[in-house]
DNA sequence: TAGATTGTTAATCGATTAACAATC
DNA sequence: TAGATTGTTAATCGATTAACAATC
């Protein structure tokens, strides 16, 4: 099947179907059932077998799936079965957390580089980083061989980052700030911004209630 | 029409509507058109058409929109055009990046507490907050009116957190825990992991140009 | 008036799900 | 064998969009 054949929301849930077997895997089961994962998600069972189908065959009839061999091949498919290089922009307090949040080496994106514009952290050490010049981006992600950004600059600085970013070859972009970004349409852009989260809970919630 | 009727994934995208209407206002206009919300956020000017008709009408033919307006109404409709509490539970590194974070003021989201359960943290000062300690939550939640919380703790805490939460009478959590909270349907529950967005990326990368 | 753009209908498109044969 | 659960088909459901009358 041609793989673009396969639906963004599909390959969306992907990522949730491995956090889902993680946990899993983590309280010491082995085996689970696209009943399991679709109610750990408040999903049905159907759209979690539906999903898998795309790419293979993955269970057995009558007793489910291993849990390794689901996580092993769903890595494979969002090709998170190898080590992505990260670089991090903006060394504010973000950028700081950021670089202390173990979730990403334990997934497998390594933060390969951090860089700022400000002259008095150049040159200065957080964590195992030496922060560098961003007006080295090109250089520095042509030669740690870089394929991932994180923006973590301020909103104002955020479009030129990743004008740069882009032209110095990134194809995907994983942005803290709370703007839309323009960018090609060939290149990979998730935004993380809590306020639109937050705007999208007050809607549900029942003001005679505060 | 019905409230409840109205599709979920249309009150996800007004937010977005709404984050894009600022762009333009920002930039000094006043006047905008379905079509160019549309390009800005790669959807169709009818699907923005139709996504507002479910409120009502808010443009001119011929014309367009009127942005202040339309920011008024959609401000209205998603319920932010009043101030919502927050409390901030956990002050490590992601909590401190979150209080600097002015956006959330700016959009009428007012930290109105911030907890933890680290002794040594808890009546410490951190900017303009004294830090309270988790064990008051219930309190502090209805002395401060409290109505929605944000959970930036360390993920095993994040569960026994969000119990926490529910029991004392939260109805919206906006989690950063890079894991699946197990929760009431009726708790509004949004959650920023970034390690999802990652692996949505990485299905689309061309893994040849690394 | 001519041009532009809205709001809405109906058609189309695509995603979800019910049902079930296959089989462990 | 009986029970459980997969993978898949076809039906259903719901979201998107093309088309256009209305009108500024």
Redesign the pocket.
Known sequence: MNPLAI????IR?LPLYLRTLKLLADRGLTV??????GDRLG???????????YF??????????EIKYLQEQLRQILQVDRTWKLALIGVGDLGRALLRFTAFEESGFEMAAVLDRDGAKIGRQVGRHTVLDVATLPAVIRERGIQVAVIAVPTRDAQEIADALVKAGIRAILSYAPIQLSLPQHIQVQQIDPILSLQGMTYYLDASQL
Request: glycine share 12%; net charge neutral; hydrophobic share 25%.
């Open positions: 639906p963004e929301i599909v849930r689970t059932s696209s009943q399991e994962i999903i049905t069972a159907t759209q979690v077998r539906k999903d898998l189908s293979g065959e993955f269970g057995k009839q009558g007793t489910g799936y």
